[in-house]
């Protein structure tokens, strides 16, 4: 599914911000944003929301005015250069804030457009994806020579949906359906997505969005790592226990790996999802090699779904020591049982991953993203 990074929407609440004279706190979906009374906006006006990691570009007049804050340089497929302002999550006075408000005016478009209207288009904004591995050819311009220093050898093509999860913000609407499911609470790893999948001949190891080589010298290391912890022992005999049409999906993580800013001594794979011939298998399904490499669930009974977005997003803001001793964790990822009846609205909105996410907005904005 798609990211909407931008989109119509529609100012639920505005509130004061204590101390503030000319900003006030406006909420849209689940997000909170931080907005100038200039702009004279009201409950129910309809607004383009901006989800953090949009990248507004600095030849769109539009954007003339982030500029100052600050820019970012991103390289897409066909090896252009976009630079531009990155959204982030920011805190002042006090509060938190999360995207960017705008006035459908001012972006030339029309408030006749329905609610949800994905803008992203419209609005020339693309989504700023840092590189997460400190790899070979990274910076390269020929996207061609790049692929091939990186090892790259193909696109994601594994039998399970790629590694995403939306953030709960996005999710106001079926957040009265999530409240009454079973999902398991498990701590996001701040590395970066590897899925391994087994044809019955080999064992092929995907990124986010491609396959690369397992036997590259930039992936090999992470390769020799499932096949060391993937493996047990039957009789006397070695089993490898990614079985035929199964994919493991795990994070990556440790130096040199996203700044690896959870303070690993070391590179590891820590398993969060697998999948059996398409479909997602719940944790008690799993093989006890894959569970001993797993994210670490976290007790639901402390992020209950039952309570409302709002506290559970000030209870996971702050979390730590769960990856790493007194670091910052990264977040919490919800887990839905696929056993249980779902509704279609909430697979609608989740995909077959079934699963979505709060990040700790401390570890946002301690470093800057």
Request: hydrophobic fraction near 40%; include cysteine; charged fraction near 25%.
């Given at each position: 599914m798609s990211r909407k990074l931008v989109s119509v929407q529609t100012i639920s609440r505005i509130e004061p911000i204590p101390g503030a004279d000319r900003?006030?706190?406006?909420?849209?979906?689940?997000?909170?944003?931080?907005?100038?009374?200039?702009?004279?906006?009201?409950?129910?006006?309809?607004?383009?929301?901006?989800?953090?990691?949009?990248?507004?570009?600095?030849?769109?007049?539009?954007?003339?005015?982030?500029?100052?804050?600050?820019?970012?340089?991103?390289?897409?497929?066909?090896?252009?250069?976009?630079?531009?302002?990155?959204?982030?999550?920011?805190?002042?006075?006090?509060?938190?804030?999360?995207?960017?408000?705008?006035?459908?005016?001012?972006?030339?478009?029309?408030?006749?457009l329905p609610v949800g209207t994905d803008i992203t288009e419209a609005c020339n904004v693309i989504k700023y994806e840092p590189p997460v591995f400190t790899g070979r050819g990274a910076n390269r311009q020929d996207k061609a020579?790049?692929?091939?220093?990186?090892?790259?050898?193909?696109?994601?093509?594994?039998?399970?949906?790629?590694?995403?999860?939306?953030?709960?913000?996005?999710?106001?609407?079926?957040?009265?359906?999530?409240?009454?499911l079973e999902a398991v609470p498990t701590v996001k790893v701040d590395g970066m997505s590897l899925t391994f999948f087994f044809d019955g001949s080999e064992l092929h190891m995907f990124t986010r969005?491609?396959?690369?080589?397992?036997?590259?010298?930039?992936?090999?290391?992470?390769?020799?790592?499932?096949?060391?912890?993937?493996?047990?022992?039957?009789?006397?005999?070695?089993?490898?226990?990614?079985?035929m049409g199964m994919c493991v999906q795990t994070e990556y993580a440790g130096p040199g790996i996203n700044g690896n800013r959870q303070k690993l001594a070391k590179r590891d794979l820590f398993v969060f999802a697998v999948w059996q011939?398409?479909?997602?298998?719940?944790?008690?399904?799993?093989?006890?090699?894959?569970?001993?490499?797993?994210?670490?669930?976290?007790?639901?009974?402390?992020?209950?779904?039952?309570?409302?977005?709002?506290?559970?997003?000030?209870?996971v803001d702050g979390m730590r020591g769960h990856i790493t001793p007194d670091a910052l964790d990264e977040g919490i990822v919800w887990h839905l049982d696929p056993n249980q009846p779902i509704p279609d609205t909430v697979r609608g909105e989740l995909g077959d991953n079934l699963c979505f996410k709060i990040i700790n907005n401390s570890y946002l904005t301690k470093h800057h993203l």
């Open positions: 900003i006030v706190l406006a909420h849209v979906l689940g997000w909170k944003v931080i907005i100038s009374k200039d702009m004279h906006l009201s409950v129910g006006d309809k607004v383009a929301y901006f989800e953090t990691d949009s990248l507004l570009p600095e030849s769109d007049p539009r954007y003339t005015q982030f500029m100052p804050r600050g820019i970012r340089h991103v390289r897409l497929e066909d090896g252009a250069m976009v630079t531009g302002h990155v959204l982030r999550t920011m805190k002042m006075r006090g509060v938190y804030s999360q995207g960017l408000v705008m006035r459908l005016d001012d972006l030339g478009l029309s408030d006749t020579l790049q692929r091939a220093m990186q090892g790259i050898i193909g696109e994601f093509n594994a039998p399970c949906s790629k590694s995403d999860a939306p953030r709960a913000q996005t999710l106001t609407g079926i957040w009265h359906e999530l409240c009454k969005n491609y396959e690369v080589d397992p036997t590259h010298p930039d992936w090999r290391d992470a390769c020799e790592l499932a096949h060391r912890y993937f493996t047990s022992r039957i009789g006397g005999l070695s089993v490898f226990d990614i079985g011939d398409g479909e997602k298998l719940p944790r008690d399904e799993w093989e006890d090699s894959f569970l001993a490499r797993a994210a670490p669930e976290v007790n639901p009974w402390e992020y209950p779904l039952a309570d409302s977005m709002d506290t559970l997003i000030s209870a």
